[in-house]
């Protein structure tokens, strides 16, 4: 009996965390007590799938740096071959897998890992409801996502996994990295108080703290004041995204993924650093993950340099509020191309397309201003094709894929279709 006492007093203490953060409804909240208590029993060993991106990667160290019961991780891209890598690195003593901010996983892979072991998911993207119905009819799987008990809340999953995890200085400065890298403001920032205002600005570049704590305190009265003032907070998140020490860690966070043949040992290696020595380690590009982060962002640069003069130079009234990037060659910079393009050059639509040199499809990101829905817009451009193409993600954030002999009526559709 003292034990169920203690349980729920811990509960009652976990629910008012989360209320402090703006975390109100009490199905969610008991929906990560419960991923809480598995995190915490030492008597689990715990294994993460994350996605390749700042805000999985951020998500994975603030949850590994936190609960013993965790294992270890791997990152997973939408690519099956990927996903399939990953999973082999699993063994026998795993009793639990979590997968954080993976929309795309394969559905046998889900179907097999869920034979074997429990299976968390924690994402904050819209799934079809074929695949949500599978996950809540499937003994062995718990999902858990914003959506579900709020259809405007897709706040990044470093968000959550900052809630669970301790509080740090590093762990607030990752979840800081996390949440911008996903061009989110959340009620995180309200923490900033809590540490020396020289660590924070350290990373902030000196960046005006003041706006965003005035911007995390309107998101504790109203868990959806950032999306619902998006056009007001627009300037702001771009301008700390892209012009602060934390815009370039995104980027190098993202950047590792792209050598993938050494992306699981340099998480490996950034686990050793805090943030602040990985922000001197960018900067001289010495040692081995900083040494490819400065290549990569050399061609990076050059791609953007490239298409911001062609998209300068051949503007019409159709094509002013919109940019079509397209590259080729083993890396794609499409998600990052695409979020950049569309803060650089104040327009409505930014999008990358690309093609791997061994693939017969071309991989996409799309970003969009908040008065434009990508849904929709997606829904019109695919509308003939939709049984051999993927698509996903966000009211102004999307990924898809499609076969190359799409390519060229997806160029034409793209720049016709109204918004």
Known sequence: MQKNIENFQKKEEFS???????????????????????LNNNQNSCYIFHDSDSDGLCSYMLLHTSFQSIKGGHFITKEIDSQEI?????????????????????????????????????????????????????????????????SQDSRPITFFSYILSKKEISHLLLAIVGTISDFYITSIFQDINNFESKQISALCNSFNLKELEEISKNVLKNPLYYQENSDKNRDLIYKFSFSTHVGILKLFFDFIFKNTTKSQEYIHLIQKFSLFE????????????????????????????KEYKKFKENQTAITKDRILIEHKGKTSYNRQLSEQALYDLNIQISCSIHQKFEREFFSGSIRSTSNVNLHTFLKEIFKDVEDVVKWGGHVNACGFQFPEEFKEKFIERFHSTNI
Request: a positive charge; hydrophobic letters at 35%.
């Open 16 to 38: 008012k965390k989360l209320e402090k953060y703006g975390l109100k409804s009490k199905e969610f909240q008991n929906s990560l007590f419960d991923l809480l208590n598995i």
């Open 86 to 150: 990953a999973i082999s690195k699993l063994d026998d003593k795993i009793t639990h897998i979590i997968f954080l901010d993976t929309p795309s996983i394969d559905s046998k892979i889900v179907e097999e890992l869920s034979n074997i072991y429990k299976i968390i998911i924690l994402d904050h993207h819209k799934l079809p409801e074929k695949t949500l119905k599978y996950y809540s009819s499937t003994p062995n799987i718990t999902y858990i996502n914003p959506l579900i008990y709020n």
């Open 278 to 305: 990985l922000i001197g380690e960018i900067n001289e590009g010495t040692y081995s993950p900083f040494y490819d982060f400065k290549k990569y962002k050399l061609k990076y640069e050059k791609i953007l340099q």
